[in-house]
């Protein structure tokens, strides 16, 4: 999952990477046990983005919030990862609580891959 190979830096991937190791407030608007309000798939995770954001699709910078498996409506955690589609620029943050620990490449695929195609992106970490 985690590409070696050197990234060009699109304009969402160097947005996202000002929050990596950064504590992150959310406001999740597509809360756990949801359906995608146009294409109906079901969010298995909390899925919001960074207030205040301004990313190149013209919202804000989206999140993934991993753990809670309760539905919420805000999160603050540890931004620890990226996911940086390769075919469109609408990267996505990872965030843990503080508290969790961190789950590796393998977990975070599995976890996203309601909405991510397995081959269309990368996790940056660094």
């Not at 050197?6 to 000002?18: F, H, I, N, V, Y």
């Not at 046990?33 to 995770?45: A, D, I």
């Not at 309760?70 to 965030?95: F, N, W, Y």
């Amino acid at each position: 999952m985690t590409d070696p190979r050197p990234l060009t830096e699109s304009k969402s991937l160097t947005l996202a990477r000002q929050f990596l190791g950064r504590t992150v407030d959310l406001t999740i608007d597509r809360p756990y046990g949801s359906h995608h309000p146009t294409c109906g798939f079901l969010y298995t995770v909390n899925y919001g983005f960074v207030p205040g954001t301004l990313a190149p699709d013209g919202e804000e910078l989206d999140a993934y919030f991993l753990g809670p498996t309760e539905p919420m409506t805000s999160a603050t955690g540890a931004c620890i990862a990226i996911i940086h589609r390769l075919h469109d620029d609408d990267d996505k943050l990872i965030v843990v609580p503080t508290d969790h620990l961190h789950p590796d490449d393998t977990a975070i695929a599995t976890t996203v891959e309601f909405q991510e195609e397995p081959g269309r992106y990368i996790i940056v970490r660094s």
